[in-house]
């Protein structure tokens, strides 16, 4: 495990056959429009990261039960999937192109997890809020892939391990959620709460040890786990980027905070050593 400045990892990002995997901690909207330690972060690791052929989001943003859908849009549309927050964030928009041949290639490649593919979504504010730093060029081709909430924990490894092959095919495969993520226990300006700090620090010590089991197995995860996370769609992108990385890969740490009490904003990323 390594945890660096932003400024050092250019370096590790060095040139690859395999593209690194990215989990982002999105948190609030708000950060499209403020500048703050997450959005700069971004930007900087936008910098660093290669140009990939096509992105793979997996966003908590888009959920579906018994199916995964796989957007195979020309164009996708920007969602505002969100309320009650200033005028400046529903004017965003982050009109990057689709990759509709290789977005069915992946529902193929899917196909024992149910895939189908959908030309009705488009990108979700999980996936362009944190897209408008990473490329605000918009010019790289974009498209999602839905988590199966039917599912259990361990089913969201299981499909980064089969997606994990685009790695090397140019495809950089982003995850953005949050791996603490309870915005009924959120306080504004309130410190963070131990049980935000513990499964926090929980998850870190489990991804570096790749002890991925141990982050897929909910009932040894006790109380811990529903603390965390009422309902675990913003847990699942962050065990879909762990089940894509191999032993091959090393772990990065950033923006490891916890944000408004309840919310943790760690990010990682896996990348060739």
């Known amino acids: 495990m390594q945890t ?7 370096d590790r990002l060095a040139p690859s056959d395999r593209l690194p995997l990215v989990f982002l901690g999105h948190g609030s909207p708000m950060n499209v429009i403020e500048d703050n330690a997450y959005s700069r972060a971004w930007s900087v690791l936008g910098k660093s990261l290669p140009r990939p052929k096509a992105i793979l989001v997996v966003s908590a943003h888009w959920m579906t039960r018994d199916t995964t859908l796989v957007d195979v849009s020309a164009m996708p549309r920007t969602i505002h999937d969100f309320y009650g927050f200033p005028e400046a964030l529903y004017a965003q928009a982050y009109l990057a192109p689709g990759q509709p041949d290789l ?3 992946v529902v193929t490649l899917l196909k024992s997890h149910r895939a189908q593919e959908d030309d009705r979504w488009g990108l979700d504010h999980g996936a362009w809020a944190v ?14 892939v839905s ?10 490894l299981d499909i980064g391990r ?13 995850g953005s959620g949050n791996v603490v993520h309870n915005l009924r226990a959120m ?43 009422p309902t ?8 879909t980027i762990a089940g894509a990385s ?23 990323i896996f990348h060739a050593n």
């Open 131 to 144: 897209l408008k730093f990473l490329y605000p060029e918009a010019d790289v081709p974009v498209f999602q």
């Open 103 to 105: 977005a069915q290639e």
């Open 147 to 156: 988590i199966d909430m039917s599912r259990g924990l361990a089913h969201q």
């Open 246 to 268: 191999d032993a091959r890969d090393d772990l990065t740490f950033m923006t490891d905070a916890i944000d408004l009490g309840s919310v943790s904003m760690r990010s990682f």
């Open 162 to 174: 089969t997606l994990s092959e685009l790695r090397n095919r140019g495809v950089l495969i982003l």
């Open 4 to 10: 660096q400045s932003l400024q050092d990892l250019r």
């Open 187 to 229: 306080r504004r300006g309130g410190e963070p709460l131990e049980f935000a700090l513990e499964f926090d620090a929980l998850f870190a010590d489990r991804l570096a040890d790749r002890d991925f089991a141990a982050l897929a197995d909910a009932k040894n995860l006790g109380t811990l786990l529903p603390a965390a996370h």
């Open 232 to 239: 675990v769609d913003h847990y699942l992108p962050a065990l």
